[in-house]
């Protein structure tokens, strides 16, 4: 098998710049964990550089075609190619609780799904790092009080440290995406316990930002909260005005107040 054909329904775009695979590779530090998971690694741009570094390298791939051509051209990877779904796999049936950082060239088509899923196994994953489409590496980084900052800002900085390394351009890829890409690098934080209800900072989070042009006090009626706590001059505000510090003390005045 000499090549894959990129297939658009799994949202498809090979990285052909052998520089920026390496320069991908390289923003992962190493340390306090063994083994790194790839998500679509297609034909292996990026895992051959993975290869080379001190660490087990495993790959996670849905498309079958690309299974067969990794197998075939990458011996290394023997035993550890799994032929499975991210999103509805549980990596544990590899990781067994062990701590393992995840890196790739995301589907643009389910990249944020990507994130929420690895937000689910943030107690296993001390470092993340990838190739978004452009808009999306930079909303997972972004800071308050911008268009751009919403729940995945929020929420994934609740636990780690995001920052936006770098710009990739289209025509580096076959084929060639309709819009530039971003890569970034995800560092847990040292303490990224919440000190108030997860579930609940997640609804609060989520829920302030489904309706982000109204104030907190009538973004958050749903939650019932009581008439003496909706006076507080926090709900004066918009949830883009509230930085990840204010969103968990938010929580915590809720929970306080009953919810």
């Given at each position: ?23 991908i ?45 990794l ?10 190619i ?141 939650l ?13 505000l ?16 809720i ?5």
């Amino acid at each position: 098998m000499e090549k894959v054909t990129a297939k658009k329904h799994l949202g498809q775009h090979f990285l052909k710049d052998e520089s920026i695979a390496k320069d991908i590779a390289d923003t992962l530090n190493l340390e306090g964990y063994d083994d790194v998971l790839e998500i679509g690694p297609g034909m292996g741009v990026l895992t051959k550089y993975l290869l080379d570094k001190p660490v087990n390298t495993y790959v996670i791939e849905i498309d079958t075609e690309s299974v067969t051509y990794l197998d075939q051209n990458y011996p290394k990877l023997k035993d550890r190619i799994i032929s499975k779904d991210f999103l509805k796999y549980n990596v544990n049936d590899v990781f067994e609780g062990k701590q393992f950082a995840i890196i790739g060239n995301f589907p643009y088509n389910i990249s944020t799904q990507i994130v929420f899923r690895t937000l689910e196994y943030r107690d296993q994953i001390p470092e993340f790092a990838g190739m978004f489409q452009k808009e999306v590496a930079q909303r997972i980084c972004e800071k308050k009080g911008t268009k751009a900052y919403g729940i995945l800002s929020v929420l994934v900085q609740a636990f780690y440290d995001a920052e936006y390394l770098f710009t990739v351009d289209e025509n580096v890829f076959i084929p060639p995406p309709k819009v530039k890409s971003g890569v970034l690098r995800l560092r847990r934080k040292k303490d990224y316990s919440l000190p108030c209800g997860e579930k609940l900072f997640f609804t609060v989070v989520k829920t302030a930002f489904q309706q982000r042009r109204k104030t907190l006090r009538n973004s958050l009626k749903t939650l019932n909260l009581s008439d003496s706590l909706r006076e507080d001059e926090i709900f004066n505000l918009r949830p883009e005005q509230l930085n990840v510090e204010q969103f968990i003390a938010l929580t915590q005045k809720i929970e306080a107040d009953g919810v």
